[in-house]
């Protein structure tokens, strides 16, 4: 079955340095991958999304991500963080199987950035 | 254009009481997701609507919660009677499905907060 984890539940910055938040999967066929982010008493909102285009793929508020089928790996960057960036952020897997399909989501990472 | 909408955003209620949350999709959007998302966790879908049947409810703990989605757009969510353990965030999703390999995005609701005493 497919499966994503986020191997950071916490990071924290300093406001104005780069951003790694950490996200590996586990598929057997050519996934979707998506980061959501998740501000306090918000709605998730999509930051960026793989869908078999590019392996950069560039989202919003200067985020990016990379697939790597290799390492199973799609982390987010940024190369400055900003006060506003602080909130909860979740990767997803489509899981695709028997004609059907689920979203799985990762138990998250919250983001904290210094002044 | 609006978002996904929700209601209400905050329920306190006492335990064996029912509850009952409402969502209104982005217009147009043919597939509705609930979820529950309790704290310090992601997401975990409870049940799935393409248009009006529910193709994924395997999550959905069907002895107290159930779910309905008249005409295809606005949907319910229903739990009686409430335990202790359905504290958490409801939220609800929609997306436009084309079919096939899932890619599409989706939009969510702020999500109704319920807290049981």
């Known amino acids: 079955a497919q499966s994503v984890t986020q191997l950071d539940s916490h990071v924290s910055v300093s406001e104005g340095t780069p951003v790694l938040l950490r996200c590996n999967y586990s598929s057997s066929y050519s996934p979707s991958l998506f980061w959501y982010v998740q501000h306090p008493n918000k709605g998730l909102q999509l930051l960026l999304k793989y869908t078999s285009a590019a392996t950069l793929v560039k989202g919003i508020n200067g985020f990016e991500a990379e697939f790597k089928k290799s390492e199973t790996s799609f982390h987010l960057t940024k190369p400055s963080a900003h006060m506003s960036d602080a909130a909860e952020y979740f990767c997803v897997v489509s899981d695709w199987g028997s004609g059907t399909y689920k979203y799985i989501f990762g138990t998250g990472t919250r983001l904290k950035v210094l002044a | 254009e609006a978002g996904v909408v929700q209601s209400p955003r905050y329920k306190i209620i006492e335990k064996k009481q029912p509850v009952a949350f409402w969502c209104n999709p982005i217009s147009g959007h043919n597939t509705l997701y609930w979820y529950l998302q309790n704290l310090g966790q992601g997401p975990e879908l409870l049940i799935r609507?393409?248009?009006?049947?529910?193709?994924?409810d395997s999550q959905l703990p069907k002895d107290r919660f159930s779910a309905e989605r008249l005409k295809g757009v606005d949907s319910t969510l229903k739990i009686q009677p409430a335990e202790l353990g359905d504290s958490a965030v409801y939220l609800c999703?929609?997306?436009?499905?084309?079919?096939?390999?899932?890619?599409?995005?989706?939009?969510f609701g702020p999500g109704t907060r319920l807290l049981v005493l």
């Open positions: 609507y393409e248009n009006e049947e529910a193709v994924d």
């Open positions: 999703a929609s997306s436009w499905r084309t079919g096939g390999i899932p890619r599409e995005t989706q939009y």
